[in-house]
């Protein structure tokens, strides 16, 4: 892809389109950042790119702007709905992502990693195991670490493992992972996709540049999951914890097994016991890393070392302190209704749970059963506070805390010995906090200062 001397806009001034802007520059093109944000609100970025070079568009973006380029690159947090972008779609400009623009540049193998849920631990944890064994190993893409910052280091032998997200994957085109996972499809982002099936196709198409050659790993236990099998080229591997599948990795009696083909003998990688990762979902995401690191041709024995010696990452059911026989966990990650139940579903009774941030259009109704049975209080903060209590009145006590910090107060000065303190919050962050991490690192703070 000849970059030089191509005029080429960046819509969106966050962490991925800045990368992306000082890449293009330095391979030769005249680059213009589009923001709908403020000058005021992007004072920390503007500096650095027009010192480099790059004009800066703030405050709305321009149609001229756009109609002025050779070709566009959208960031994932941008939607492909935006007037203009339609617009000049429709005049036939070429609009891609960043992760389709990296993709062009990026040596090595690429394995791509989705799901609604367990992307990151699963996407870490598989990095990790490939690292144990010696090969040139990069992870980034939603994880954190934009994936066009990747292409400087990558070579000809890089593992590259990369979290993709459904706002990624709408703008590909010849993105091509050798290993795809879909971890599990359930309602997220419908603010933005409009409709779980829109949503869902978004998903699937990370599977849909990999021809025979190529693996799709699968939960066979997720009937969205499940329906992706009908749409790919690939050789299809499953995972399940519950049953033995035809080839891929599953639990039987206590041990975690890998089947390499149907009608093969199953090998033994290691118990379920020596998982030190908290809750059933994750023995899920361990099934699918260890399906991934097999057909990547890692040993068993490396697997299970890393594995046994993983513990949870940042922001998703990491454990904070104990404090008067209460234990407080910080799943910030949690920031769909699904998550948040699998993070419920991991404590047997006691919870003290915060609810609330920024709605995603998500149905809070669903988790009543689970509520009802496991957890003492929900505190609910943020804008979606009313919508949570609305869908979820009658079914627990609700404690209306409208911020963090009165929500954590709240639940430590109810809590007794036993009990749980679980921030687990089902909604995005950006009402209150600068993102899911912000909001971890509030908690995080606010409950050491108890």
Same mark, same amino acid.
């Given at each position: ?87 000049? #779609?429709?005049?036939?400009? %070429? ?39 010696? #090969? %040139? ?40 992972? #050798? ?67 035809? !080839? ?74 104990? #404090? ?107 009402? !209150? ?18």
């Amino acid at each position: 892809m000849d970059l030089k001397n191509k005029r080429v806009l960046v819509v969106g001034a966050g962490k991925s389109g800045i990368s992306a802007a000082h890449f293009l520059l330095r391979h030769g093109a005249k680059v213009t950042v589009s923001d709908s944000r403020s000058a005021a609100a992007l004072a920390g970025e503007i500096p650095a790119l027009m010192e480099a070079g790059i004009m800066v568009e703030t405050g709305g973006h321009g149609l001229l702007t756009f109609r002025r380029q050779d070709f566009i690159v959208i960031s994932p947090g941008v939607p492909t709905l935006t007037p203009e972008v339609v617009r000049v #779609r429709a005049l036939g400009m %070429p609009v891609v992502g960043e992760l389709e623009l990296a993709s062009r540049f990026l040596q090595g193998q690429v394995i791509a990693i989705t799901g609604s849920n367990g992307k990151t631990t699963t996407t870490t944890l598989v990095g990790e195991i490939l690292k144990a064994t010696g #090969r %040139p190993t990069l992870v980034g893409g939603n994880i954190g670490t934009p994936v066009i910052d990747l292409v400087a280091e990558s070579t000809p032998e890089t593992c590259n493992v990369l979290e993709v997200s459904s706002f990624q994957l709408e703008t590909i085109e010849t993105f091509r992972p #050798r290993i795809a996972v879909v971890l599990n499809i359930t309602p997220d982002h419908l603010d933005r996709h409009k409709t779980f099936e829109n949503y869902a196709a978004a998903k699937t198409r990370i599977t849909e540049r990999q021809d025979v050659e190529d693996f799709l790993v699968l939960n066979a236990e997720d009937k969205a999951a499940q329906m992706v099998a009908a749409k790919t080229k690939a050789q299809i591997f499953w995972f399940s914890p519950r049953r033995p599948i035809k !080839q891929g990795a599953f639990v039987q009696g206590k041990n975690v097994l890998f089947l390499a083909k149907e009608g093969a003998k199953a090998e033994p990688v290691m118990p379920v016991g020596e998982i030190t990762l908290k809750g059933a979902h994750n023995v899920e995401n361990v099934l699918a890393a260890v399906t991934v690191a097999r057909l990547a041709g890692v040993p068993p024995e490396v697997i299970r070392e890393v594995v046994h010696s993983f513990r949870a990452v940042e922001h998703r059911l990491e454990l904070v302190r104990e #404090r008067n026989g209460v234990v407080y966990y910080n799943d910030s990650k949690a920031t769909n209704v699904d998550a948040a139940m699998k993070a419920v579903a991991s404590f047997p009774a006691g919870i003290h749970l915060i609810l609330g941030g920024k709605d995603k259009d998500s149905d809070y109704s669903v988790m009543a059963p689970l509520l009802q049975e496991r957890v003492r209080v929900v505190y609910t903060i943020g804008s979606a506070a009313e919508k949570i209590g609305g869908a979820l009145a009658g079914v627990v006590k609700m404690v209306e805390a409208e911020t963090l910090e009165r929500a954590v107060a709240a639940a430590a000065a109810a809590a007794v010995k036993g009990d749980v303190v679980l921030l687990a919050p089902a909604c995005a962050s950006f009402d !209150q906090f600068e993102s899911y991490e912000h909001r971890g690192r509030v908690f995080r703070e606010l409950v050491t200062g108890l």
